[in-house]
């Protein structure tokens, strides 16, 4: 699989793939599964893969979550059509997240063709968790290893809904949240950073001081240098690294048609 880099820390753009290869090719799996591990985020160009055919490449991959709700359940759509049955969430989309944080296991990976796209805006934004790790000092390694996070549906939709309706803070509070590991050992023996909007604090430390601390660890794992955004063409896939990435979809005139549809592969590793 011949592939040229997007950027110093994230991502590659796959050369030689097209749909026939995508089908057919029964090693290209696996290459895609390890390009995956080394780079967090693989782009075809101009695939136009069908919900089909990228729901089968996917099972390649992995088991898929269901998205029930869709006509196709092994393919998600995301868009602000007011009949969309998710609608009122996707705009917490852009904020910096990684998708399954309210699971014990989150998603393994993520895959997206774009469908529909605007003129302006709607990129997709991507940044390396292990790289925010890595660059840590000796100092904060050891200081943060013990650290827990406390993450809920409520802290990111916060972030949309500054004023929410009782009704919505009823399904925020059903919602509940999960406490994590700062620290993300992996069984591959890499470490990351586990944050994102759906931080809410630190547990055992004073608001502010723990509200600092999130909000510096984002921001110096999100500088641009440190970001690969791509810019979606029709027919664009994508496939990212959930384990290893924060992502976040930017802001555009909503009143446009966007159209992504998304299929998941089901989680294999706890945050531990």
């Not at 759906?198 to 547990?203: G, K, M, R, Y």
């Not at 984002?218 to 994508?238: F, K, N, Q």
Request: charged share 30%; hydrophobic share 35%.
């Amino acid at each position: 699989m011949k592939t040229t880099k997007l950027s110093e820390t994230v991502g590659v753009r796959v050369e030689d793939v097209d749909l026939d290869r995508l089908r057919s090719d029964d090693d290209l799996p696996q290459e895609c599964l390890n390009a995956l591990e080394e780079h967090g985020v693989l782009l075809f160009p101009r695939l136009h893969a069908d919900d089909e055919t990228q729901a089968a490449f996917c099972r390649k991959l992995g088991e898929l979550v269901q998205f029930p709700l869709y006509p196709n359940p092994d393919v998600m759509e995301i868009s602000f059509d007011p009949d969309n049955p998710n609608v009122e969430y996707f705009a917490s989309n852009d904020y910096w997240h990684l998708d399954g944080f309210m699971d014990e296991v989150p998603a393994k990976a993520s895959i997206m063709s774009a469908h529909v796209v605007t003129e302006t805006g709607g990129e997709t934004a991507f940044a390396s968790t292990y790289v925010a790790y890595d660059e840590l000092s000796e100092e904060e390694k050891r200081r943060f290893e013990g650290l827990r996070v406390w993450h809920s549906f409520e802290a990111i939709q916060r972030l949309t809904y500054a004023d929410p309706t009782p009704e919505q803070l009823d399904e925020w509070a059903r919602r509940g949240g999960r406490e994590h590991p700062l620290v993300w050992m992996h069984e591959s023996g890499r470490r990351s950073l586990v944050f994102g909007a759906s931080a809410d604090h630190v547990v055992g430390m004073a608001p502010d001081e723990g509200r600092a601390l999130l909000d510096d660890l984002l921001a110096r794992a999100t500088v641009p240098d440190r970001v690969l955004c791509h810019r979606w063409t029709v027919g664009d896939m994508v496939i990212w690294d959930n384990t290893g990435l924060v992502h976040r979809a930017c802001p555009f005139d909503r009143s446009q048609p966007r159209r992504m549809h998304r299929s998941t592969l089901v989680g294999q590793e706890s945050i531990k």
